[in-house]
C-alpha cells in the first residue's frame, strides 16, 4: 500500500487516509439523491441518473486516486447540474439527449486543453496574490455551502436573514458545531469524522436522521439504458447540427459549460492543494518542465478532463472534482488511498442508498463550516492595504460565496486584476494568459445575457 501510494513520502498513514475518505464520502454523499431529482426534471429517468451519478463518480474519483495519487474526488458537479436543466434544456429549449451531448463535446474539449497543456499554462499565469485569494475564497464558499445546506441562513425576505432556531436540525447543526470545534482545538485525531457520526446519531432522537425512500439498485439497473449511450443515438450528437440555424447557440453554450467546468477544477486545486503541500514544490517544478505528464498536477488535471465525458456517455451533466474533497484534505488526507475509499463508498451507496441518504445536512454541514474556516488562512499572505492586490482579491474571494459559483470569482477577480494593472499602467506585466482568460470570462457574460433573455 505504501509503495503504490507513497504514504510516508507525503507524511501520512493507512488509517488517516481511511478517514479523510469517508470524510470526503460524508460532505458530499448529497449528489447521490440531489443530482437525479435536479437531472430527471429534464425528462431523463429518475433511476438511471441515480445509477449513471454513482457510476461517474466511482470512475473519476479511482482515476483520481490511482493516476494522479492525489486526495480528490469527483462527482456530477452542483451548479453544472441547474444549468444543464433549467438554462439548457428549459430556457434555450434543447432536450437531455442534446444537453448530455454538449456535455460530452465540453469534456473532449478540456481533455484536449489539458492533454496541450493549457489549463497547466492557466493555473502557472495566475499571479500569487490572486491564487491567496482564490484559496481564501474556497474556504468561504465551502463554510458558505454548509451554512446554507441546513438553512442556517435564509433568503425568505428577499435578503439573507438568519433562520429563526425552532426547527431540530438547527439545533443538530449547532450542536455539531460546536462539537467539532471543540475536537479540533483539543487536536482530536479522526475530528471531522467523529463529529459527523456523532452529530448523526444524535440525530435519530431528534428526528432529523431519517432514511428516504430511493429506487433499489435493481430497478436503477433495468432504467440505465435509457440514458447509457444516449449521446450516440439519432436523438444526441447528431442532432445538435442538424439545424444549422441552431448551431452557434450550441457552440456557445458547449463554450460556458467548458468554461466554467475548467475553472472550477483550477479554483479547487489552487485553494487547497497548494496550503496543504499536495501540490509542492517539486512538484510545481516538474509541472514547469513541460516534459510530459510527470506531476501532480498534470494528472490530475487529465484525470478531471477524462470524468466529463465519461459520465456523459453514462447519463450526468458535467462530472467535476468536489470542493468538498477539502473536508477530507483538513481530516489529514494527502494521497490517491482517500480518493480510492470514496469510490469504494460510492460504489457501496449503490446498494445502500438509504443508509447514506439516513446522514443529514445538519451533521455534514459542520465539517464544511470548519475547514473552510482553516482555509482562510491564506488571505494573510495577501498585501490588503495596497489597492492594487487588495481589489481583485477581494472580488476573487468572496464573489465565490456570492454567486455559488467557483469560476464566477475566478472570473470576477481576473477582470478587476487586469483593470487594476492598467489605471497603474502596468498592463505589460499581466501574462497574456490572464489577458485571454479574461476576455473569454466577459465573452461568456455577454453570449449569456444574450442567448437567455
Avoid at 122 to 143: R, T
Avoid at 291 to 308: P, R, W
Amino acid at each position: 500500500m505504501d509503495k503504490l501510494f507513497k504514504l510516508k513520502a507525503n507524511g501520512t498513514k493507512f488509517s488517516t487516509e481511511v478517514v479523510a475518505g469517508i470524510t470526503t464520502f460524508f460532505a458530499m454523499a448529497y449528489i447521490i439523491a440531489v443530482n437525479p431529482s435536479i437531472l430527471s426534471q429534464s425528462g431523463m429517468e429518475w433511476g438511471a441518473v441515480f445509477l449513471a451519478t454513482i457510476i461517474a463518480s466511482i470512475i473519476g474519483t479511482l482515476v483520481m486516486g490511482l493516476v494522479a495519487n492525489v486526495p480528490y474526488a469527483q462527482a456530477p458537479g452542483m451548479g453544472l447540474n441547474a444549468f444543464f436543466v433549467y438554462t439548457v434544456c428549459f430556457g434555450l429549449g434543447f432536450t437531455w439527449q442534446q444537453a448530455l451531448s454538449m456535455v460530452f463535446i465540453c469534456g473532449l474539449i478540456n481533455i484536449l486543453i489539458t492533454v496541450t497543456k493549457i489549463r497547466k499554462s492557466i493555473i502557472k499565469a495566475i499571479p500569487k496574490s490572486l491564487q491567496n485569494a482564490i484559496g481564501g475564497g474556497i474556504g468561504i464558499f465551502i463554510a458558505y455551502i454548509g451554512i446554507l445546506n441546513v438553512g442556517f441562513v435564509n433568503f425568505g425576505a428577499g435578503v439573507p436573514a438568519l433562520s429563526i432556531l425552532n426547527t431540530p436540525s438547527l439545533w443538530l447543526f449547532l450542536i455539531g458545531l460546536a462539537l467539532i470545534i471543540v475536537l479540533q482545538l483539543l487536536k482530536v485525531k479522526g475530528a471531522i469524522l467523529i463529529s459527523i457520526i456523532v452529530t448523526t446519531l444524535i440525530g435519530i432522537p431528534m428526528g432529523v436522521t431519517t432514511a428516504q425512500e430511493t429506487v433499489s439498485f435493481t430497478e436503477a439497473c433495468a432504467s440505465l439504458p435509457t440514458t447509457f449511450g444516449a449521446i450516440f443515438t439519432e436523438a444526441g450528437l447528431p442532432s445538435l447540427f442538424t439545424d444549422l440555424t441552431k448551431l452557434p447557440l450550441v457552440l456557445i453554450t458547449i463554450f460556458a459549460f467548458s468554461l466554467s467546468d475548467t475553472f472550477d477544477t483550477i479554483g479547487t486545486f489552487i485553494g487547497t492543494g497548494r496550503r496543504s503541500g499536495i501540490f509542492s514544490e517539486e512538484d510545481e517544478k516538474a509541472m514547469e518542465s513541460g516534459a510530459g505528464f510527470k506531476s501532480k498536477m498534470d494528472k490530475a488535471l487529465f484525470a478531471d478532463a477524462t470524468a466529463t465525458s465519461i459520465g456523459a456517455i453514462f447519463g450526468t451533466s458535467n462530472t467535476t472534482t468536489y470542493v468538498e474533497s477539502a473536508a477530507g484534505i483538513g481530516a489529514g488526507g494527502r494521497t490517491g488511498l482517500t480518493s480510492v475509499v470514496v469510490a469504494l463508498l460510492f460504489a457501496a451507496s449503490a446498494f445502500l442508498a438509504s443508509f447514506v441518504s439516513a446522514i443529514p445536512s445538519a451533521a455534514t454541514a459542520p465539517a464544511l463550516v470548519i475547514v473552510g474556516i482553516m482555509m482562510l488562512s491564506s488571505f494573510k499572505e495577501i498585501e490588503w492595504t495596497d489597492l492594487t492586490e487588495a481589489v481583485p482579491a477581494f472580488f476573487a474571494g468572496i464573489f465565490m460565496a456570492l454567486c455559488y459559483s467557483i469560476s464566477y470569482g475566478i472570473a470576477a477577480g481576473f477582470i478587476f486584476y487586469c483593470i487594476t494593472k492598467i489605471c497603474k499602467k502596468e498592463a505589460k506585466s499581466v501574462h497574456p494568459i490572464m489577458w485571454v482568460s479574461t476576455v473569454l470570462f466577459i465573452l461568456n457574460f455577454v453570449l449569456l445575457a444574450i442567448t437567455t433573455k
